[in-house]
């Protein structure tokens, strides 16, 4: 099954966001919904690669639709980045397991890198 197309991946993180059903995996579980995949973990998700997206709430390399997130050694975090989605502007993801979809307008001075596999 082909992995949801990156124009298409805001509108699908907005409609999990809307039903606010929790998600028992976290955000690796809300981004595999996201793009159609089987689960995954947040770091594998992020791939071996991921380039620098940005920090202090700027993030000039982003386009609609990206996985951003961070690596960490136990668990990492990933998000879906919406732009300028009308109401809303920045990035919706789950904050922990068992938690609903949010819209976040950033992650402060956490530095974001951006998926190099999605």
Known sequence: MPVTPREDRVE???QLVKEGRV???GCSELVCEVLGIAWQDANSL??????DAGTNNHYP?????????WKAAAHGHVA??????GDHAGFI???????????LTGYGATALKKSSIY
């Not at 992020?46 to 380039?51: H, I, K, M, N, S």
């Not at 609609?64 to 997130?69: A, E, L, M, T």
């Not at 993801?93 to 819209?103: K, Q």
């Open 12 to 14: 699908k993180a907005q």
């Open 23 to 25: 998600h028992p995996q």
């Open 46 to 51: 992020l791939g071996d690669d991921p380039t």
């Open 61 to 69: 390399t982003l386009t609609p639709g990206d996985i951003v997130g």
């Open 80 to 85: 879906v980045y919406i732009g300028d989605a």
């Open 93 to 103: 993801d789950v904050r922990g397991e068992g938690e609903a979809p949010r819209h």
